[in-house]
């Protein structure tokens, strides 16, 4: 497992269930900035939400629950 601190930029985004499957940026910042505004989000967006660093990518949910 990688260790990340919460000041590293990451790429919070969301991928749609629609049928352009598209990704949605919500927000390029610091990781604690990122983790903060998915926790303001409703259950259904924060199912779809997903954190990009330079190499890697998790789901927020798997790190939160993590």
């Known amino acids: 497992m990688r260790t990340v601190s919460g ?3 990451v790429r ?7 049928e352009d499957g598209g990704a949605q940026t919500l927000l ?3 990781l ?3 983790l903060a505004l998915a926790a303001q989000q409703s259950e ?3 199912a ?3 954190i990009a660093t330079d190499n ?3 789901a927020y ?3 939160v629950e993590g």
């Open 48 to 50: 779809g939400l997903f």
């Open 56 to 58: 890697d990518v998790i």
């Open 61 to 63: 949910l798997d790190l």
């Open 7 to 9: 000041g590293v930029t």
């Open 28 to 30: 390029y910042g610091p």
């Open 32 to 34: 604690a900035d990122a």
């Open 12 to 18: 919070l985004y969301h991928l749609s269930d629609a």
């Open 44 to 46: 259904e967006i924060q």
